[in-house]
T-cell receptor, first 113, second 114 residues
Framework: NAGVTQTPKFRILKIGQSMTLQCTQD?????MYWYRQDPGMGLKLIYY???????DKGEVPNGYNVSRSTTEDFPLRLELAAPSQTSVYFC????????????FGAGTRLSVL | AQSVTQLGSHVSVSEGALVLLRCNYS??????LFWYVQYPNQGLQLLLK??????LVKGINGFEAEFKKSETSFHLTKPSAHMSDAAEYFC????????????FGAGTTVTVRA
């Protein structure tokens, strides 16, 4: 029962570097989401996808890109890392049916120095 | 558009005492309401949800919450706190639709005193 798997768990980047945060789910869920969590701010939606080939912006998309080529994978790309992107990133997924429950991965803790 | 307000960023309770976490929301349509818990260095885990039907919902680990439409509230309670309840708790709202996006409150950190 893997659920939603995120890699890496931790990463330190230098300003201007790029990286991809990986997210994979094995529940055949159509919907996938990326959030960032900052202290005292709750979770903010970055991007989401309602199915393979379909993505849309959330509340805080600037500085990020996503793609959804398969149902299972929803990578998040940081092209030019900035200190403001220091955060904990969570990926989530949900089924098309059901009661809107989102299932979360364990998170990626990213520091940009 | 919806918004979620959690009153109190930190709550400290004694072991065995009542836990009460407050959540108020604004929504233009009848919402779906959720409480999630986050233990240190872990992802979010669903505690309970309200979608339709009975307004008092029971979740895991002895928690329950009541949807009060007139007060636009969805407060979380547990009659007797346990040391293992120490965590951060998030209230979330969805207006449904095709994407079921969630809006989260800022979170409430619960500490339990022995």
């Amino acid at each position: 029962n893997a659920g939603v798997t995120q890699t890496p768990k931790f990463r330190i980047l230098k300003i201007g570097q790029s990286m991809t945060l990986q997210c994979t789910q094995d529940m055949n869920h159509n919907y996938m989401y990326w959030y960032r969590q900052d202290p005292g701010m709750g979770l903010k939606l970055i991007y989401y996808s309602v199915g393979a080939g379909i993505t849309d912006k959330g509340e805080v998309p600037n500085g990020y890109n996503v793609s959804r080529s398969t149902t299972e994978d929803f990578p998040l790309r940081l092209e030019l890392a900035a200190p403001s992107q220091t955060s904990v990133y969570f990926c989530a997924s949900r089924d098309r049916a059901g009661e809107a429950i989102q299932y979360f991965g364990a998170g990626t803790r990213l520091s940009v120095l | 558009a919806q918004s979620v307000t959690q009153l109190g960023s930190h709550v400290s309770v004694s072991e065995g005492a009542l836990v009460l976490l407050r959540c108020n929301y604004s929504s233009s349509v009848p919402p779906y309401l959720f409480w999630y818990v986050q233990y240190p260095n872990q992802g979010l885990q669903l505690l309970l949800k309200y979608t339709t039907g009975a307004t008092l919902v029971k979740g895991i680990n002895g928690f329950e919450a009541e949807f009060k439409k007139s007060e636009t509230s969805f407060h979380l309670t547990k009659p007797s706190a346990h040391m293992s309840d120490a965590a951060e708790y998030f209230c979330a709202v969805s207006e449904g639709g095709n994407d079921y996006k969630l809006s989260f409150g800022a979170g409430t950190t619960v500490t339990v005193r022995a």
